[in-house]
């Protein structure tokens, strides 16, 4: 399983971006995808999930109302649009799969944790870095 991130980069605050999120080899029905961030210095958080079968959508509460995450299913591709961004958005962006009912990656997005586990290996990541 690999897990191929982009979309990431500089912008100002009030601004937007839209990540993507390519999974190699691999399809994401029966899993949830996850989007995590890491800022330097920090510890890696959870900020939004979805469910491949229903769509259902968790996001951490520093996001809620500004980011977005949505999965193509026919492209085997998700993506977390990105609006009103703060500085405090900077930061690496990973995405994470587990499989459903995906309690481990949903409660990590909830707490906006790190997962206890992680059901693929870390990608690259995409820098994200906002500007004030």
């Known amino acids: 399983v690999q897990l191929v991130e982009s979309g990431g980069g500089l912008v100002q605050a009030g601004g937007s971006l839209r990540l993507s999120c390519a999974a190699s080899?691999?399809?994401?029905?029966?899993?949830?995808v996850g989007w995590f961030r890491q800022a330097p210095g920090k510890e890696r958080e959870g900020v939004a999930c979805?469910?491949?079968?229903?769509?259902?959508?968790i996001y951490t509460d520093s996001v809620k109302g500004r980011f977005t995450i949505s999965i193509d299913n026919t492209k085997n591709t998700v993506y977390l649009q990105m609006n009103s961004l703060k500085p405090e958005d900077t930061a690496i962006y990973y995405c994470?799969?587990?499989?459903?009912?995906?309690?481990?990656?949903?409660?990590?997005?909830?707490?906006?944790?790190?997962?206890?586990?992680?059901?693929?290996?870390w990608g690259q990541g995409t820098q994200v870095t906002v500007s004030s």
């Open positions: 994470q799969v587990d499989p459903l009912p995906a309690i481990n990656l949903k409660t990590s997005v909830l707490k906006g944790t790190a997962p206890f586990r992680s059901f693929a290996s």
């Open positions: 080899g691999f399809t994401f029905d029966g899993y949830a």
């Open positions: 979805i469910s491949s079968r229903d769509s259902n959508t």
